[in-house]
Nanobody, 129 residues
């Protein structure tokens, strides 16, 4: 099993940047495909980005491509989401998730919530206009 704890959320003005972190417990972090999702008020949770076990492959939702970057440090058992050029529509609770299959995915497959067995509690990101 793995436990995930997100941090780094907060309030930022439009155009600003934030870096989210997701720290994992357990000894097998490098076996997991990791992803970030987000849920805005009144909306369904949506896929943001995913990264393969050793970081060689990444996928992004079209809405964040070119602005957000997912990365991981397996030695620190942490996955990151660097968010630049933030927009008010990026306001949401951001969740990290872990897929224990370790099998990487296409964007459409990575975006399926059912792939991920483990979820963090979320961190709030608010972007003011």
């Amino acid at each position: 099993q793995v436990q995930l704890v997100e941090s780094g959320g907060g309030l930022v003005q439009a155009g600003g940047s934030l870096r989210l972190s997701c720290a994992a417990s357990g000894r097998t972090f490098s076996t997991y495909v990791m992803a970030w999702f987000r849920q805005a008020p009144g909306k369904e949770r949506e896929f943001v980005a995913a990264i393969s076990r050793f970081g060689g492959n990444t996928n992004y939702a079209d809405s964040v491509k070119g602005r957000f970057t997912i990365s991981r440090d397996n030695a620190k058992k942490t996955v990151y989401l660097q968010m630049n050029s933030l927009k008010p529509e990026d306001t949401a609770v951001y969740y990290c998730a872990a897929d224990e299959s370790g099998i990487y995915c296409s964007t459409s497959e990575c975006s399926r919530e059912a792939r991920y067995e483990y979820w963090g509690q979320g961190t709030q990101v608010t972007v003011s206009s």
